[in-house]
């Protein structure tokens, strides 16, 4: 049996109050649990007060067989920023929209170049998408044709050096596809109505449902883990673009990103969003899966924030 546990942004004390009241037992090789395994859904880096004890937590359940895990949109940004092209300039500039988003992340970073180097080749191995037993894991969107393409173009299912300077180099479709898997579908402002994003950024779309079409529907209605409302008239057909159905018969898909608060956990019968938007005054979540369908809140695990640093 597994435990599917949200984003986690640099929250480590949080992560081992999770850990610890999931039944995960701290030994030699790190956390474990006798009867289960945990499935982490990436977005570790950011944010959160501390980044190298969030991964070395993970890291070490991951090499010793107790954990999965799988790479979010905040590990690409970071693998991009410090991966340069071959001539030599960085995937990711390094100007003050980009160092903003990775600052928390930077800052630990720059402390000790050993263990970042060390990190960020671990990171480099994680996959973007998982197959496990009877259940599907990704961090934003599960897209059967985005992964059909990344299986036949990136068959080692990974951010490596060479697969993210050739994705960045073509800026084609299997760019598209390995963003659609990190980070969701998102859908343009009506009317060029402009907002800011969390560090003050402008942000023209919005994120949306990936798993039913928008015919018919008002552009509230497709949103998705936005903290605020769009307006409720029809989007008109001219807009629409073509989202392939999730059906209710296929495997679940267990996905983080969306910072839903307490509004976290079981989204339809097979989809449930983690992410408890742990860093940004929300909660901390998990799911308990028993293999059962449909999928059920009475199996989503929330802790609140642990302030208190750490005691290592
Ligand atoms: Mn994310």
């Known amino acids: 049996m597994y435990d599917i546990i949200g984003d986690v942004h640099g929250e480590a004390a949080t992560l081992q109050h999770m850990l610890l009241s999931l039944g995960y037992i701290e030994g030699e090789e790190g956390y474990f649990h ?14 959160g007060p501390h980044i190298f004890e969030t991964l070395r937590i993970i890291r070490e359940m991951v090499t010793a067989g107790n954990a999965f895990a799988i790479v979010g949109n905040h590990e690409l940004n970071v693998l991009t920023y410090y991966t340069k092209d071959n001539d030599g300039l960085f995937l990711k500039g390094h100007n003050l929209k980009n160092k903003t988003q990775i600052k928390k992340t930077y800052e630990e970073f720059k402390l000790d170049k050993v263990k970042r180097k060390s990190y960020l080749k671990w990171l480099r191995s994680l996959p973007l998408y998982l197959e496990l037993d009877g259940f599907r894991v990704v961090h934003a969107c ?20 060479e697969f993210l300077r050739k994705i960045n180099f073509e800026r084609g479709k299997v760019f598209d596809a390995a963003m659609l898997l990190l980070k969701g579908r998102e859908f343009a402002f009506p009317d060029n109505l402009v907002l800011k994003d969390d560090y003050g950024f402008k942000r023209s779309a919005y994120r949306i449902k990936w798993w039913e079409p928008m015919n018919g529907k008002s552009f509230d209605e497709i949103s998705f883990g936005n903290r605020f409302r769009l307006p409720q008239y029809t989007i008109p057909s001219q807009l629409y673009f073509d989202i392939p159905l999730y059906s209710e018969d296929e495997y679940p898909v267990f996905f983080g990103h969306y910072c839903l608060g307490d509004k976290a956990g079981v989204v339809r019968s097979n989809l449930c969003c983690v992410d408890g938007c742990i860093a940004n005054d929300g909660v901390f979540v998990a799911y308990r899966w028993d293999n059962t369908l449909p999928l059920s809140q ?4 929330s802790v609140k924030k642990v302030k208190k640093s750490l005691v290592k």
Do not use: M
Not at 39 to 46: E, H, M, R, S
Not at 142 to 161: G, M, R, T, V
Not at 298 to 301: A, G, L
């Open 34 to 47: 006798p009867e289960r395994k945990a499935v982490f859904v990436g977005d570790y880096v950011d944010r």
């Open 142 to 161: 599960w897209d059967q044709e985005a992964i059909e393409l990344l299986k036949k173009e990136n068959p080692e299912n990974c951010l490596s050096k």
């Open 298 to 301: 009475k199996n989503i695990v």
